[in-house]
C-alpha cells in the first residue's frame, strides 16, 4: 500500500521564522499532492494543490514545490496564526493517503 | 458559497452500525467526487475512500473493505457513510469533503461528525 511520509514530526520555531516541511511518497505521484492545514477543533483547510498551486485566499508566505516522491511545504515567515498542523495527501488515484502530520508549535 | 453541513454526533454500541450525513448547499456536489476522512482522538487524518457524485463509483480505504458504504442521492445533495460492525478504534470525528475531480484537492470540508463506539 503506497504511504505518505512527512518529517519532521514536530518542530519549534518563533514568529517570523521559515519553516519548512517535506513529504515523501513511497511510488512516484507526478504532482499529484496536496497540503492541508488544521487546528484543534477544526476541519482542515486546503492550502496547496497540484504539489505547487496556491489555494484561492491563502497567504503567499505559503509556497511548495516538488514532483515524483519528494515534496516540500514552506511557509517564509512564520504568523502567529500558523501554528497549527499540517498535512500532505496524495491526490490522484486510489487510494489518496495522507501523510501523519507535522505539527507546528511556538518555541 | 459552498457549504457541507454533516449530522450530529452518535454514541454506538460495539458490532452496530453508524450512517452519517452531509449534505450540500445548492448542486455542489455535481461533478466532484465526495470523500470521507476520519481522525481518531489526537491522531492524524485518515482517508477512508471517495464517490463520484455523478457515477456513484467508489473507492475505498483497503482495511475498510467490507464494513463501509458510500452513497449519494442527488436529489437532496446529500451524501451519506455506513460503517459497520463497529469497534472501538473506529471512535473518531468523522468529516466529508468535497473533491476535485481533477486535481483531488479537497476544497470545502463538513464540520465534523464525532462517533463514538463504547460498550
Redesign the interface.
Given at each position: 500500500?503506497m504511504q505518505m511520509t512527512q518529517s519532521p514530526s514536530s518542530l519549534s520555531a518563533s514568529v517570523g521564522d521559515r519553516v519548512t516541511i517535506t513529504c515523501r511518497a513511497s511510488v512516484n505521484i507526478n504532482s499529484?499532492l496536496?497540503w492541508?492545514q488544521?487546528k484543534p477543533g477544526k476541519?482542515?483547510?486546503?492550502l496547496i494543490?497540484?504539489a505547487s498551486?496556491l489555494?484561492s485566499g491563502v497567504p503567499s508566505r505559503f509556497s511548495a514545490s516538488g514532483s515524483g516522491t519528494d515534496f516540500t511545504l514552506t511557509i517564509t515567515s512564520l504568523q502567529p496564526e500558523d501554528f497549527a498542523?499540517y498535512?500532505c495527501?496524495q491526490?490522484?488515484g486510489?487510494?489518496?493517503?495522507?501523510?501523519?502530520?507535522t505539527k507546528v508549535e511556538i518555541k | 458559497q459552498v457549504q457541507l453541513v454533516q449530522s450530529g454526533a452518535e454514541v454506538k454500541k460495539p458490532g452496530a452500525s453508524v450512517k452519517v450525513s452531509c449534505r450540500a448547499s445548492g448542486n455542489a456536489f455535481i461533478n466532484y467526487y465526495v470523500t470521507w476522512v476520519r481522525q481518531a482522538p489526537g491522531q492524524g487524518l485518515e482517508w477512508m475512500g471517495w464517490i463520484s457524485a455523478n457515477t456513484g463509483d467508489t473507492s475505498y480505504a483497503q482495511k475498510l473493505q467490507g464494513r463501509l458504504t458510500m452513497t449519494t442521492d442527488t436529489s437532496t445533495n446529500t451524501a451519506y457513510m455506513e460503517l459497520r460492525s463497529l469497534r472501538s478504534d473506529d471512535t473518531a470525528v468523522y468529516y466529508c469533503a468535497r473533491a476535485s475531480s481533477l486535481t483531488g484537492d479537497l476544497d470545502y470540508w463538513g464540520q465534523g461528525t464525532l462517533v463514538t463506539v463504547s460498550s
Open positions: 500500500d499529484c496536496n492541508y488544521q476541519a482542515p483547510k486546503l494543490y497540484a498551486r489555494q498542523t498535512y495527501q491526490s490522484c486510489r487510494p489518496r493517503p495522507f501523510g501523519q502530520g | -
